[in-house]
């Protein structure tokens, strides 16, 4: 998972909670990406950051803030969670360099808001 | 914004033929396009992919075909073997911006015995 983890894996949470997920990387990547992913929609980017304190919104970003104060941390929050957030979340880093842009995704957090 | 769509949504093939996975986009900017395959319970890992300065790239048993005035591409796969089983995403993004992709709603391929 180029050294990408996501915490916490699973989390069931109420309608009206906030909620917050990590992503940590241990390679010093310059972008990262938050997406959800679900059945018949594949992969939609939520928010990016292409450094500290730079964030920018992706396709699906009502409802979710982001924030990154150090390099090797990208949180997602969901200030009152609904349950249309219900989703697998996935947060990606991307080597990027004047050769080669590839995205690497971390394991997931499965999210179920009731 | 780019729309990506992708075919067939489930295939199944024998173990030993050959799958094939198609995409379109739709802007003509697009110029980088990734292929994922995503096992259960896994994130999506990259398995290949293509800058729009080539037509077509190979790797082992997969390649991937770029025909930039249809807008299309596709992911072959040869000899399939049962650890092929899994969903298979298709993307596109133009190369310098970060790269924003934008997905195809996934292939769930199945090889048989």
């Known amino acids: 998972d180029a050294g990408i983890t996501q915490s916490p894996r699973h989390k069931v949470t109420e309608t009206g909670t906030p909620v917050t997920l990590r992503c940590h990387q241990t390679e010093n990547h310059r972008y990262m990406y938050w997406y959800r992913q679900d059945p018949g929609h594949g992969l939609r980017l939520i928010h990016y950051s292409y450094g500290v304190k730079d964030t920018d919104k992706g396709e699906v970003s009502d409802g979710y803030s982001v924030s990154r104060s150090k390099t090797e941390d990208f949180l997602l929050t969901l200030e009152s969670a609904t349950s249309s957030q219900t989703s697998v979340y996935f947060c990606?880093?991307?080597?990027?360099?004047?050769?080669?842009?590839?995205?690497?995704f971390g394991p997931g957090t499965r999210l179920l808001v009731l | 914004g780019e729309n990506v769509e992708q075919h067939p949504s489930t295939l199944s093939v024998q173990e030993g033929d050959s799958a094939v996975i198609k995409c379109t986009y739709s802007?003509?900017?697009?110029?980088?396009f990734p292929w994922y395959k995503q096992e259960l319970g896994k994130g999506p890992q990259l398995i290949i992919d293509?800058?729009?300065?080539?037509g077509e790239k190979k790797d082992q048993r997969i390649a991937v075909t770029l025909n930039k005035t249809a807008k299309h591409f596709s992911l072959h796969i040869t000899e399939t073997q049962p650890e092929d089983s899994a969903v298979y995403f298709c993307?596109?993004?133009?190369?310098?911006?970060?790269?924003?992709?934008?997905f195809g709603t996934g292939t769930r391929l199945q090889v048989t015995l």
């Open positions: 293509i800058r729009s300065n080539v």
């Open positions: 993307a596109a993004s133009i190369y310098g911006t970060a790269s924003k992709l934008t």
């Open positions: 802007d003509s900017a697009s110029n980088y």
């Open positions: 990606a880093i991307s080597e990027s360099n004047r050769e080669q842009e590839t995205q690497y």
